[in-house]
């Protein structure tokens, strides 16, 4: 008889029945939103929950972030840091851009910079000042593709391609006429064998034969240097960098030497750090001089992992006789008397 009972404690009680229907009702009414704006704000898009609780930076940068999902940009940790100071990490468009030279150590500038806890930079290449498809996309396009970064950071982008791009100048300037452009040079002699090195080992990759330097290097018929080949013609660097004085200051153009940051890198990422107007936070601590690699590596953190260049950085040169050495330091000479007048500053190339 129990279930009988239970059911006609029930039915022959209506107002019981109905006010614990309504009770019931009544914390459905309030549980079911609330779960279902936790499930979706916080598990699914992140967006609406950042705007709600953080709310600071443009809306167009806290959707774009949501891309993301919430769940990842905790991971890493970037809005942990806005409990604090009340922002959002945005994607701005470069301050600072490397814009070469192509085999100077441009990786390395970037990857050591990246050590400053005030510098922010994509990983890859961008090409976007000098590549006319990726142009076409728009700064809004270009800004996306910068990392998440504080007002108090800087985003450096490097691409060594912009260096030698005729259309690459006006279009930066375009952007940003305040830009900092840092550019990266190395003894031009060196830096044309590193790039014929280069060339060979993508091709040697691909089962293609390279052709021998000299056919490359000289005119074929009168033995002189050939200054249409295109690793000489980046290494007269006047040319280029003309092209960027042309629309920015000198002041405004940083240039890092490249034989020297192979060799004591700490002194010219604090000639950049001053440069960019940040305080020195790169310590000798984190570069250290890797024997097996014969380079300097990096260390985030005193005992953290070690991080060394690719195996594409720093390969043995093809082997160039003395003659065309010698014969292209005496090309470049006067092309480099040229340079040092238009930066107003020297360079010791033999
Ligand atoms: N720390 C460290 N580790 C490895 N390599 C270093 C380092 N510092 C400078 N370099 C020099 O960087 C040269 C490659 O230059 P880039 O990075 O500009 O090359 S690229 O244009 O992006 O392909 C590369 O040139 P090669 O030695 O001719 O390969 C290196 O000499």
């Given at each position: ?14 107002p ?66 806005d ?31 990246e ?9 890859d ?22 990392p ?25 300037h375009?952007?940003?006429?305040s830009v ?18 280069q ?82 936070r ?12 014969g ?56």
């Amino acid at each position: 008889m129990g279930g009988g009972e239970k059911c006609s404690t029930i039915f022959n009680n209506p107002p019981n029945m109905r006010r614990s229907f309504r009770r019931w009702f009544r914390s459905c009414s309030i549980a079911f939103p609330a779960v279902l704006f936790l499930y979706v704000t916080v598990f699914h898009n992140g967006f609406l929950f950042a705007a709600i609780t953080y709310g600071t930076g443009p809306l167009d940068d806290v959707i774009a972030n949501s891309n993301k999902g919430f769940r990842k940009l905790l991971e890493e940790g970037l809005l942990e840091r806005d409990r604090y100071n009340g922002t959002v990490p945005v994607h701005r468009l470069p301050q600072s851009i490397i814009i070469g030279a192509r085999k100077c150590g441009t990786r390395a500038l970037i990857e050591f910079l990246e050590l400053h806890p005030q510098i922010n930079s994509p990983t890859d290449e961008m090409h976007f000042f000098s590549n006319d498809t990726n142009y076409k996309m728009g700064l809004d396009w270009y800004r996306k593709k910068m990392p998440l970064s504080y007002p108090d950071q800087i985003t450096i982008e490097k691409t060594p391609r912009y260096f030698i791009s005729k259309i690459s100048p006006s279009r930066v300037h375009r952007m940003n006429s305040s830009v900092k452009l840092i550019a990266i040079l190395r003894h031009p002699t060196t830096r044309v064998i590193s790039d014929y090195t280069q060339i060979c080992a993508n091709k040697m990759a691909k089962n293609e034969t390279a052709e021998a330097f000299e056919y490359l290097a000289l005119n074929r018929q009168t033995g002189h240097i050939n200054p249409e080949y295109r690793a000489i013609k980046i290494s007269m660097y006047h040319l280029h960098i003309a092209r960027w004085l042309e629309l920015f200051p000198l002041k405004q153009l940083h240039i890092v030497d490249g034989d020297n940051l192979i060799v004591n890198p700490l002194e010219e990422i604090r000639k950049v750090e001053t440069f960019l107007n940040l305080p020195h936070r790169i310590s000798k601590d984190s570069l250290y001089f890797n024997n097996t690699r014969g380079f300097y590596c990096m260390r985030k953190t005193k005992n953290g992992p070690e991080k060394c260049l690719g195996a594409n950085k720093g390969r043995k040169h093809a082997n160039i006789s003395e003659k065309i050495i010698h014969k292209l330091d005496k090309f470049f000479k006067p092309h480099n008397e040229r340079l040092f007048k238009l930066i107003k500053r020297r360079f010791r190339w033999r």
